[in-house]
């Protein structure tokens, strides 16, 4: 059994929600999964304990996975990998896809962080300054810290990281962004918990297909970057995610 940190629940145009984004954690070993804006803000607000019952921050994350470079999933990594480095002299270490870590730096980081003036100079920065990556491969299992994830790319504008994750004893599965795909849900479908999408537009799942699943599927379902007029209602028997709410996976919610 592990822990899921639900830090953020919107889809990319929400007023209310901090954009989707979670942590989880395994015997003190706390994995995040994607960053976007004002990720220290979410993570104060939310409170999320340590055992010293200060909130979670950034200096204890041990890792980040980042499924892809659409703005409301990568906009506050700038700034995290920042504090990470001046804060506590290291890089962030981040893990993500072949296509996400083809631009991540060239396409995405370099105009604001390739060059930083130190008091005196202008000084050329590289990425390995800031972020220590690693790519995951699209179907070949990796361990970080106590958890074995496989990737999956999703239908979507970009390719985007559906996500099976083990401790070994219970299994997270993640749809992403993603266009309805019912491959995808089967590919999902034996996990003790599924967090899936839903939101606006082609590239995305229609609430109304996941309301149409098969009760084993549905009832093992949390919702999340979900649009603000879901919020607060109940949709063919779907459970929304609740930010800032802690869900067990393999266990009995919270």
């Known amino acids: 059994m592990f822990e899921l940190m639900m830090n953020g629940v919107g889809d990319a ?8 984004s979670f942590l989880l954690r395994r015997d003190g070993f706390v994995l995040a999964v994607d960053c976007p804006d004002s990720y220290r803000h ?21 890792a980040m996975i980042l499924t892809h470079l659409h703005g409301d999933h990568v906009n506050g990594l700038e700034m995290v990998a ?14 993500t896809s072949p296509e996400a870590e083809a631009d991540l730096w060239e396409r995405r980081l370099q105009a604001s962080l390739g060059v930083l003036y130190d008091g005196t100079d202008w000084v050329p920065q ?10 995951m491969e699209w179907g070949e299992p990796i ?4 958890f074995t994830i496989t990737t999956r790319p999703t239908v979507h504008h970009l390719k985007a990281t559906a996500m099976r994750i083990t401790d070994g004893e219970s299994t997270l599965g993640y749809s992403c962004d993603t266009a309805f795909d019912p491959e995808l849900i089967d590919w999902l479908s034996d996990a003790d918990l599924i967090l899936h999408e839903t939101s606006m537009g082609p590239a995305h799942t229609p609430i109304d297909k996941l309301a149409g699943l098969d009760a084993s599927i549905r009832d093992k379902m949390l919702i999340g970057h979900y649009p603000d007029a ?14 800032g709410q802690t869900y067990d996976v393999g266990g009995q919610n919270h």
């Open 42 to 62: 979410a993570l104060l607000e939310n409170g999320f304990p340590k055992e010293d019952g200060e909130p979670i921050d950034v200096g204890d994350i041990d």
């Open 143 to 146: 361990q970080i810290g106590p």
């Open 126 to 135: 590289r990425r390995e300054d800031f972020l220590d990556v690693t790519v």
């Open 82 to 95: 920042c504090f990470k480095r001046f804060a506590f002299g290291a890089p962030l270490t981040l893990y």
């Open 13 to 20: 145009f929400s007023r209310i929600h901090w954009g989707t």
């Open 230 to 243: 879901f919020a607060g209602t109940e949709i063919g028997g779907l459970t929304l995610a609740i930010q």
